[in-house]
């Protein structure tokens, strides 16, 4: 069974930082190559990130230089680390393994003061 579970969303004032994790079980992950995506309120899932297997990364053109996607193998595990939050990061943020085969039930990220 595959299960992909993120944590680390909450809520962090304008301007802060949060590291979203992804631990995933039942894919080899070490071949997958995973994403991170957010669906803000009342707008459509947008992609944020991608990294391959090999740790080629990609990036929204928006959001390239504040946010960071990364891996570990070893704990089957993608992160997001994000910096310089702003209220428009408000949205609940999923991950995403071999090209939307498979989703995480997602983590509120809210950006507020």
């Known amino acids: 069974q595959v299960q992909l579970v993120e944590s680390g969303g909450g809520l962090v004032q304008p301007g802060g930082s949060l590291r979203l994790s992804c631990t995933t079980s039942?894919?080899?992950?070490?071949?997958?190559?995973m994403g991170w995506y957010r669906q803000a309120q009342g707008k459509q899932r947008e992609w944020v990130a991608s990294?391959?297997?090999?740790?080629?990364?990609n990036y929204a053109d928006s959001l390239r230089g504040r946010f960071t996607i990364s891996r570990d193998n070893d704990r089957n595990t993608v992160y997001l680390q994000m910096n310089n939050l702003n209220p428009e990061d408000t949205a609940v943020y999923y991950c995403?393994?071999?090209?939307?085969?498979?989703w995480g039930q997602g983590t509120q990220v809210t950006v507020s003061s």
């Open positions: 995403s393994a071999k090209g939307g085969q498979y």
């Open positions: 039942g894919i080899f992950f070490s071949y997958s190559t």
């Open positions: 990294i391959t297997s090999v740790g080629g990364t």
